[in-house]
């Protein structure tokens, strides 16, 4: 993970290890917060973030961002370091089941397929889990609430805050976990990684503030 940072962002480690997430999320009216929600725009986002710190603080760094919309792609190069790329995707729902399939548009070795059993109501984490219980998990992962980017040559960093409602999650099984950036060298390869857990929430509202620069002493 080291290797994958900027000199400004270290990894934030639980138990010796770095983490990432990989965020399969619809996102709903998305919108400039002037505008009231019949003008946003609804699509599919994955987005995989480094859990790290940057001067002390905790938050995420993003590696790469796939989109299912040709306009939130555009916009979100133009104005945030998300690193967005194109890419089709088909979810197939049931009652117990969410089934999910990504395709990069560029034919970069990113695509995913999954299907996550979701009509469990468990609250244990898995054995392949270095965290002990949902409380823990929730509070390493999830309560992170800044976003760092590139630093400036005067020394400010690049940084976009969110505020977002409670962020209640499950954990939830994926019977084909099938992620390739993870593993065919567009971000890490199979040797480099192991699949922690996976969560599922529901209705979460999210709120970005306008980018940032702010002086980091690192």
């Not at 998990?137 to 805050?161: I, K, S």
């Not at 990684?193 to 929430?201: A, E, K, M």
């Amino acid at each position: 993970m080291r290797a994958r940072l900027p000199i400004h962002l270290e990894p934030d480690l639980h138990e010796g290890r770095a983490f990432l997430s990989i965020v399969i999320a619809d996102m709903v009216r998305m919108r400039p917060a002037v505008l009231p929600p019949i003008f946003g725009i609804t699509y599919t986002q994955v987005v995989y973030r480094a859990v790290v710190k940057c001067a002390g603080e905790r938050g995420v760094t993003f590696l790469r961002s796939d989109a299912a919309n040709r306009l939130m792609v555009t916009a979100g190069n133009a104005l945030t370091f998300f690193r967005f790329n194109l890419a089709s995707v088909r979810w197939e729902l049931s009652a117990r089941a969410m089934g999910f399939s990504l395709e990069p548009r560029a034919g970069d070795r990113a695509r995913i397929a999954a299907n996550f059993e979701i009509g469990s109501r468990n609250t244990y984490m898995p054995a392949s889990s270095r965290f002990s219980n949902l409380d823990e998990a929730a509070a390493f992962l999830t309560e992170l609430y800044a976003a760092f980017g590139q630093r400036r040559p005067d020394g400010r960093v690049e940084v976009v805050r969110i505020a977002r409602s409670s962020w209640k999650s499950r954990p939830v099984t994926d019977s084909i976990r099938f992620y390739e950036a993870m593993t065919a060298g567009t971000l890490f390869r199979q040797d480099d990684v192991q699949l922690d857990s996976i969560f599922h929430v529901e209705d979460l509202a999210y709120y970005w503030h306008p980018l940032s620069l702010e002086l980091r002493a690192v």
